[in-house]
Each structure stands twice: as structure tokens, then as C-alpha cells.
């Protein structure tokens, strides 16, 4: 069983052959809400979907920053439906204004709460601020996992010391530092995800069953067979959902 941790299987870029995209591979899909409006339509499609995985969160960068609390009772009254939180996090690559981030920071704080009461794992966005995050996380008892992690082996080091996860999508072949961050983390906290339709292996529409590309490019850095990373990443998820698939 195949395992996309982190897509956008929702986005009006599927809607004239989702049905197909997600039949086309034996896949567990995990679809992130980036916003309130975004979280109904998360909710839609797992009802639709039996393999889809709804993750209800609000992503840094669609923040209504000028309505923050609104927009976070909003979000939150749908937690109780997610198994997973995300997409959350920190951006401070787009996001450079110092009371914005502050926001993001107070949100990111509300959502983890809810994650610990709750036992659900989250899944995060985070570009610029792996500092702030990190020390914001070490105050939760939450199971983690970065995704489209871009930063150093060092800093990937540090987020496996504290538990955490990292999943790696189909630009890992295309790109060198990740590839780096594979080779030096341990096997039993990598996931596999597309952030479809994003961050493909070419520029092109990215979808879920390209996690077969992440798997081959795992496969050849670490020299273990496909299926057997099929199946430890599997059972990762498993680990980080706390669920039996
Ligand atoms: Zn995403």
C-alpha cells in the first residue's frame, strides 16, 4: 500500500479525472485543508473517497490576517472530523511581516493544542522558520512530520532527535539536498507524499500515485528494494496515525 502523507487531492485542478488519479495506484491519500472554506471541500471529498484521509487545518500563508480569531473558531470547529491536522505551520519565505508571523505563531500554538488533545498527528508547513517552529513544538506532545522538508542534515537531525518525521515528494530526483537528507535519516521516520498538484518529479501536474517516484528515488540512495521501502513506510504511517490499515 502506497502512502501519500501530504496532497491537495481537493484542488479544482482534479475535478475533471479525480476519480481516475486515485484509482490509478493502491494508495492511502491524505487531503490538507489550507483554509475554513478549503476544510468543507477536504471534508466532501473523503466522503466521496475511501482511501482519502480528511486533514483539517489553516495554512500560514491563508490566514485571514485580518479576521485571525474568526478564521480559527472557524477552522477548529472542524477539528473533531480530521484524523490528521494540516496543513499548518510556519512561512516565513512569503510571509515577512513581524506581526503576521506572530499570528502564525499563535495559531500554530491553538492547532497543536487541539493535535495533543485530541492524539492526532499533524502535518506542517514550514519554510523559514524551523527555529520557531522546533521550539514551539517542544511544548506539545504531538506526533509530527515536515513535509517537503527543504532545510540542512543537520536541522533534519534535530527534528528526528525530537521525534518527528519527514516526507519527501517527487522533487526529491531533482534535487540534490534532499536526496542528502534521505541518505542521513533514519528509514523508520521517512513518509512519502506529492502535495499534489505540486512539487512534482517534472513540472507538470503532481498527483498521488507518484509517490512511486519518491519510492524509486528512496530505493536507489538507500539500496533496498522498492517493495521492501513500500512496506516500511507503510508501516510508518501506520506508527504515525496510531490507526491499524
Ligand atoms: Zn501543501
Known sequence: MLIDVHSHIDSEEFNSDRDSILKKCNIIVVDAGINYENNLKVLEIVAKYSNVIPAIG??????????PEGEIDRVTSLASKAEIISEIGLDYYWIKDEEKRKVQREILGILLSIAEKENKPVVVHVRGGLKDFLEIIASFKVRFDIHAYEGSVKNAMKIVE?????????????????????????KERVLTETDSPFLGPTRDRN???NVKVTLEALSTLWRVDTKEIEEIIFQNFRRFLNKSY
Open 207 to 209: 498527483e498521488p500515485c
Open 58 to 67: 489553516l495554512h500560514p500563508e491563508n490566514i485571514n490576517y485580518d479576521d
Open 162 to 186: 525530537m521525534g518527528g518525521y519527514i516526507s519527501f515528494p517527487p522533487v526529491i530526483v531533482r534535487d540534490k539536498q534532499r536526496q542528502n537528507v534521505a541518505l542521513n535519516v533514519p
